[in-house]
Nanobody, 122 residues
Framework: VQLQASRGGLVQPGGSLRLSCVTS????????IGWFRQAPGKERETVSC????????YYIDSVKGRFTISRDNAKNTVYLQMNNLKPEDTALYLC????????????????WGQGTLVTVSS
């Protein structure tokens, strides 16, 4: 079982970017799927999570109203749509799966994809 995140990129402030996390070996609705990020010199933080079996979602305060997490089971993919990006959103983004529930504790996530760099700069 594994996760494969799409490539990030360079985006201007105020711009948008959609990240994808494709699951392999399991359906994304069998697990809670979270997006995390780690900026240089900072600890990793949980950005968003979508619960298994339903579409309940969670976000950290700094991205509420700008980021949207969603799931397409037919494509085995969880998306993170990021709008109105800010320079402080610059980070390495990672997706991960937890077989039980969404949690802010990243150590409880079982399966991790590779990171993808998102840079917000003019």
């Amino acid at each position: 079982v594994q996760l494969q995140a799409s490539r990030g990129g360079l985006v201007q402030p105020g711009g948008s970017l959609r990240l994808s996390c494709v699951t392999s070996g399991f359906s994304p609705d069998e697990y809670a799927i979270g997006w995390f990020r780690q900026a240089p010199g900072k600890e990793r933080e949980t950005v968003s999570c979508i619960r298994r079996n339903d579409r309940t979602t969670y976000y950290i305060d700094s991205v509420k109203g700008r980021f949207t997490i969603s799931r397409d089971n037919a494509k085995n993919t969880v998306y993170l749509q990021m709008n109105n990006l800010k320079p402080e959103d610059t980070a390495l983004y990672l997706c991960a799966a937890n077989h039980r529930y969404c949690t802010a504790f990243d150590e409880e996530f079982d399966i991790w994809g590779q990171g993808t760099l998102v840079t917000v700069s003019s």
